[in-house]
């Protein structure tokens, strides 16, 4: 704010609030404010971040990575249109964040949230190049790449034929030596089906069929049934004008995704979107009429109607994810892990006693426990974790970037979490104490089915120990 002097024969006036103005007394000198002096780290973070790298505690990483769940979530928001599923992108952003946490040093005077921020952001986008490319480049040349292409597409636009490697230099802002080692890569990075013929001139080659099993070079139509073809064209009306009529010309006309654009004046690529969301949006409506004809038919030969598939993916008594998730789950990390040289920790967790449990107090009270420490599992961990019951009193928790460092204190906290939980029946008060066994990627096993396997064997070699006990693999 400038400063401001006011003159003998005028009111100065002083800002309150928003927008409202008061008089002063004349002839006082209003002088700037002085700056606030610049923040980078919150005083309690950077304190945690210090102390966080003078002891290494685990307790206080697990405490930051928390308390920025919000910022990763954030950041792969950002990534919702690129063609992979938000739970992996999600998985991706949570990887970037704890490699923020690990390796943030609050002395340089940045901002955690900037850190992160960018560390998330370059996390996500190898996990895209590597879906997106069966050969990996270098970063610096997938992102000129990239650019070079959406440069082609505007100036294909704008001229109506394909641009020359100068006017594509001008408008990328690369040099013409620079435009032609990309185009010359990108041949390199492309990989070919070893069906293809080798000689690409040789039509010979090229066209294997047998021309004389052709009747008609016209398209023939789908032989469906009347029902069928009924539900298909009731799906088509759900959907929009546009799609309907991207859908109409491609499959039905037979045109090219460039004659299309060509007819409704739009680029190729809003043509690819348009099917895109378009075949996405009549699978989903064929699939919603594949449900509902099963349960009519099952409700009309009195049977009861089958379960949703999403049913399958959540345990029914305590909310966590089944096995079946939990093993999806496991791959997939052990895949991001392998590429990204971090270790996960897979602790086994079984309940003390709970046979006897249920012929004391019953199985509702059984039942009552479980449930206690499905919640307690669900409100317990991050999010990039993953908590499953495996059967009856059985637990599994995948922990990422958990490795043998901090796999023994991982499962304490579990076994000390579940001894806290105290159920007051009328048969009398229900203490429960569980038993542990911890396996960790890659030390004890590549694989899922043989990291689980070691696990649930340290698991039974703890549970011989006696109570709330915990047993590691390799241990004496």
């Known amino acids: 704010m400038a400063a401001v002097e006011t003159l003998s024969d005028r009111t100065n006036f002083r800002l309150v609030g928003r927008g409202r103005f008061t008089p002063r007394r004349r002839g006082i000198r209003l002088s700037p404010k002085p700056p606030a002096p610049p923040t980078t780290v919150a005083p ?81 986008r190898h996990y895209l190049r590597d879906r997106t490319s069966v050969i990996r480049q270098p970063g ?32 990328a802002g690369f040099s013409e030596a620079e435009i032609n080692e990309v185009n010359r890569t990108r041949g390199i990075f492309r990989v070919t089906s070893l069906d293809a013929p080798e000689h690409a001139g040789d039509e010979a080659a090229e066209i294997s069929l047998d021309r004389r099993k052709i009747q008609s070079l016209r398209a023939g139509g789908a032989n469906l049934p009347v ?64 449900v509902k004809e099963t349960h009519l038919r099952a409700k009309a030969a009195g049977r009861p109607a089958p379960t949703a598939p999403t049913a399958e993916r ?95 204190g991982a499962a304490q906290r579990i076994l000390r979490a579940i001894s806290e939980i105290e159920i007051r029946a009328r048969t009398g008060r229900i203490q429960a104490t569980a038993g542990a066994g911890v396996a960790v990627y890659p030390l004890d096993g590549d694989s899922k089915d043989e990291l689980l396997d070691v696990a649930l064997d340290c698991l039974r070699q703890a549970k011989a120990l006696g109570e709330n006990r915990i047993y590691a693999a390799r241990d004496k």
């Open 44 to 124: 309690d973070v950077s304190a945690l971040f210090a102390q966080f790298a003078q002891t290494g505690d685990e307790d206080i990483r697990e405490n930051l990575i928390r308390s920025h769940i919000k910022l990763a979530e954030k950041v792969a928001r950002n990534f919702r249109t690129s063609g992979e599923p938000h739970e992996d992108i999600a998985q991706e952003a949570y990887i970037g964040l704890v490699k923020a946490v690990d390796s943030f040093d609050p002395s340089v005077g940045v901002k955690f949230s900037t850190y992160a921020t960018h560390k998330i952001t370059g996390q996500i």
């Open 227 to 290: 029902e069928e073809k009924v539900v298909l064209r009731d799906a088509l009306q759900k959907l929009k004008r546009l799609e309907r009529t991207v859908v109409y010309a491609l499959y039905y006309k037979g045109l090219s995704q460039t004659e299309v654009a060509e007819q409704l004046n739009i680029s190729c690529n809003y043509v690819s979107h348009i099917l895109r969301g378009a075949l996405t949006r009549l699978r989903q409506i064929l699939a919603s009429e594949e």
């Open 140 to 171: 610096w040349l997938h992102e000129r790449s990239r650019k070079v292409a959406r440069c082609a597409e505007t100036l294909r636009q704008k001229l109506n034929r394909e641009p020359t490697v100068s006017e594509l230099g001008a408008e």
């Open 314 to 408: 959540i345990d029914p008594l305590t909310k966590l994810f089944s096995v079946r998730v939990l093993r999806e789950r496991l791959e997939e990390e052990i895949l991001r892990a392998s590429r990204n040289g971090y270790e996960i920790t897979v602790v086994a967790v079984d309940i003390d006693g709970l046979g006897q449990i249920n012929e004391t107090h019953g199985f509702a009270q059984g039942d009552r426990l479980l449930v206690e420490i499905g919640n307690l599992l669900q409100n317990t961990f991050r999010k990039v974790d993953a908590p499953a019951r495996y059967g009856g009193g059985t637990f599994v928790i995948m922990l990422p970037h958990t490795g043998e460092k901090g796999k023994r």
